[in-house]
Nanobody, 123 residues
């Protein structure tokens, strides 16, 4: 599976961005999708994940109520809508896929990764 993340950029605090993750090579709907982020000098951390059908989503506490993960299996694309952005959301954001039905929140559980897209939130 190949993943292409896009949609990052520079935004002021309080602004919004929508990240996209386009998948190719395999049937997208067979995979759980997750979004992770890595700030400079820090470990990669879980942001959000969604099950294969798109019916269940999970978030880390710091983004609950601000970020929304979704997917369009017909378009082989996943999304992360980010609202009310804060400077502490600044990081490289990665999308990832894992086989099976379990919606994992740890990075090692995901086998396929996109290249990352930079999100910078200015204060």
């Amino acid at each position: 599976v190949q993943l292409q993340a896009s949609g990052g950029g520079l935004v002021q605090a309080g602004g919004s961005l929508r990240l996209s993750c386009a998948a190719s090579g395999r049937t997208f709907s067979n995979y759980v999708m997750g979004w992770f982020r890595q700030a400079l000098g820090l470990e990669r951390e879980f942001v959000a994940a969604i099950n294969r059908s798109g019916g269940s989503a999970y978030y880390t506490d710091s983004v609950k109520g601000r970020f929304t993960i979704s997917r369009d299996n017909a378009k082989n694309t996943g999304y992360l809508q980010m609202n009310s952005l804060k400077p502490e959301d600044t990081a490289v954001y990665y999308c990832a896929l894992r086989s099976g039905s379990y919606v994992a929140t740890n990075a090692p559980a995901y086998a396929y990764w996109g290249q990352g897209t930079q999100v910078t939130v200015s204060s």
